[in-house]
Nanobody, 126 residues
Framework: QVQLVESGGGLVQVGGSLRLSCAASGLTFSRYTMGWFRQAPGKEREFVAAIGWSGGSTYYSDSVKGRFTTSRDNAKNTVYLQMNSLKPEDTAVYYC???????????????????WGQGTQVTVSS
């Protein structure tokens, strides 16, 4: 079966960095767009970033643009989210997700993603 397993979350101070990883198995990874979403307590799930199947296209929410970078290694079936200059408002559970998405305008839509990881907690303390 398909599994997406996130790792790398934790507690970090304001201005610090974390690198999340998401290891995929049970699917042809290179066919899938990979997305990152997050959900803070009492808030709706929020799009963070996405990367196309080849890694040639990336998309970011305005709230993380310039601070976060997503990348992928198709040989390792892994996608990454490098998070720099972290802020308290970045505190959330972060999820990776996989979907075969044809149009980049759909990258932000969580309904277009078929498989989801269990999430990893990121806490930014001030």
């Amino acid at each position: 079966q398909v599994q997406l397993v996130e790792s790398g979350g934790g507690l970090v101070q304001v201005g610090g960095s974390l690198r999340l990883s998401c290891a995929a198995s049970g699917l042809t990874f290179s066919r899938y767009t990979m997305g990152w979403f997050r959900q803070a307590p009492g808030k709706e799930r929020e799009f963070v970033a996405a990367i196309g199947w080849s890694g040639g296209s990336t998309y970011y929410s305005d709230s993380v643009k310039g601070r976060f970078t997503t990348s992928r290694d198709n040989a390792k079936n892994t996608v990454y989210l490098q998070m720099n200059s972290l802020k308290p408002e970045d505190t959330a559970v972060y999820y990776c997700a996989a979907g075969i998405i044809r149009f980049s305008s759909d990258y932000l839509n969580h309904r277009k993603y078929v498989y989801w990881g269990q999430g990893t907690q990121v806490t930014v303390s001030s």
